[in-house]
């Protein structure tokens, strides 16, 4: 998942919570391939 899509491990253990989850980082709001829902913080 990391290399595809451009995440860091870190991002990758959160998505894999698979919880919904807010953030400042535009590049892993953008980030699909996975069902988590991510919410960008403006």
């Known amino acids: 998942m990391g290399t595809q899509n451009n995440i860091t491990?870190?991002?990758a253990a959160y998505i894999a919570?698979?919880?919904p989850l807010t953030?400042?980082?535009r590049?892993?709001?953008r980030?699909?391939?996975h069902r988590a829902a991510?919410?960008?913080f403006k």
């Open 38 to 40: 991510i919410e960008l």
């Open 17 to 19: 919570l698979d919880a």
């Open 9 to 11: 491990a870190y991002d």
């Open 23 to 25: 953030t400042t980082d």
């Open 31 to 33: 980030s699909s391939h």
């Open 27 to 29: 590049r892993l709001a």
